[in-house]
C-alpha cells in the first residue's frame, strides 16, 4: 500500500484544517413560495452562513461534466453539462436534513459553506426524490414527483429561483417518469413515457420553447423501446433500446445533424438481447460498452464511429458467465473498469486503447473475494474510487495513473465496517463525496484527494443526509 504521508501532504491537512465546520449553520428551510403555473417562487428565501472551506485552497477546476444515466457509477448516473469550463461555485443534491419535508433539493455553496433547501417540490413529509440532475444552459433539470402529477421533468432557475414542472405525460398525469437524461446541441434527450399508448421511447425537450416531443417510435405499439444508457460523443446520441422487430436490446444512435436514428450494432444475433450495459466511454473514434453475444456472456466490446463495426476487445472471464464490465471510466487513453475473470473476483481493470491490452490494475482484495470497485472519478490523472480490501470495509481509495501508484486514501469508518463512499465529484481541487462513518450517519464529505478527508458538517443529526444510495451530486459554475 503507498504510503501517502509526505511534507506536501502535510501542508494540504493543515490548509484543510482551516475549515473550521464546528460553527456551520444549516439553513432549513419550511417555506417555498406558492405554486402558481408550475412555478415555486424561492426568491424570499434566505440562505445559511458558515466558515467558508475554500479560503487558501487551490482549485478552480473545470466544471463537472458527468453523464447522465443511472446506474453509470453504481448508483444513479451524474448529472450531464454543457461543457462550460469554469469554478464551480454549487453542488446540487437530493437530501434529507431531518426537517420534516423528505427528500427533496437541497444545493450547497463550496464558496461560503453553506446549504439550503433548494426546493420542497412535494409539501409535508412524503418525499419528491429529485433524480437524474442534468445542467444545460445555466439551468437543473430532473426528475421529480410533486404528488400530483406523478413523477415529470422539471426546471430550476438559480437567477429566478423559480422551479417549473413540464408535464410530459399530460393524459393521465400519471407521470412520465423521465430517465437518463442528457443534452446534446442545447437540448435535453431522455426516456420517457407520454401515456398515448406508445410505451416508453426517445425524447427530445427544447428549452426555448418549453415542449417535448417524440424522436421515434422505435418499438410500435404499447410496449415501447425502453431507452437506456443514453450517452453523447462526436454530435450523436447512443443508448440501447428494443425495436421489437426480432433484434432484441442493442446498440442504436441518433445523429441530431441529419435527425437519421438507426441501430449500429447487433453483438447477439436474432431476437436475443446483448443488452448493452449502463456503462459506456469513449476513446478517440471508439465507444466502448459491456454486451453478452450469447455465447461468453458479458464482455467488453468495441464500436468504430467511422466503420460503424463492433468487435470484442477481450473475453476476460472464458466461458459463458463473463467478466460483466461495469464503471467504464476513460483516462487519458485507458479505459478503467471493474470486471470479474473468475478467479480474483470483481476487481479494477484496465484497457489500453492504443495497444488493445487488457490487464487487471491490481487485487485490491486478494483471492476469489471481491473489492467491487465503484464510483470511479478522475482528478488530474488520479482516479478515486470506493474499494473493499477485505480488512477495512468499502472505503475510498486512490489510484494515480501516472506512476501506479495505488492506495487506500482514508479508511472513513475505521474497523471492517464500511462508509461506503460514494457519488465523488471534483470541485475547485477538492473531492466531494457521501459516506457514513459509523456515528453521524450518511452525510457530505469532502477530500483534498491527497489525504486530508473530513465531513463537512453533521446536516442531518436525526440521521442520514443521504438517505439512499441513488442519489448523486452535480457541480455547476452557479
Known sequence: MINYNTDALNNKRRVLGRIVLSSLLVAVLSGC????????DLSGLGTGTGTGPNSGLSGGGSEGNNTGGGNANGGAGGGGGNGATSAVKSLFFAADTGNGSGMELYKYDVVTNTIVQGLDIRRGPLSSEPMYMTKLDGKLYFAADDGENGRELWMYDPLSQRATIYNINAVSHAGSNPLWLTTLGGKLYLSADAGDGKGRELFCFDPASGRS?????????????DPESLITTAGALYFS?????GYGRELYRYDITSEELKRISDVNPGTANSTPAAFFAQSGDFIYFAADDGQRGSELWMYDLETDAQALVRDINFGATGSNPKLLKEVNGIVYFSADDGQHGRELWQLDTQTALVT???????????STPRY???VGGVLFLAADDGVHGSELWRYDTRIGALGMLKDINPGVQSSDPSF??????LLYLSADDGQHGRELWVSDGIGATQMVHDFNPRGDLFPYLTE???????
Open 360 to 370: 487487471m490494475v491490481s487485487d485490491i482484495n486478494p483471492g476469489f473475494e471481491s
Open 424 to 429: 465523488l465529484t471534483a470541485a475547485n481541487g
Open 376 to 378: 470511479l472519478n478522475e
Open 472 to 478: 448523486y451530486i452535480t457541480a455547476t459554475a452557479w
Open 33 to 40: 413560495g406558492d405554486s402558481t403555473d408550475g412555478l415555486i
Open 213 to 225: 416531443e417524440i424522436v421515434s417510435d422505435i418499438n410500435p405499439g404499447i410496449n415501447g423501446s
Open 241 to 245: 433500446a428494443n425495436n421489437g422487430g
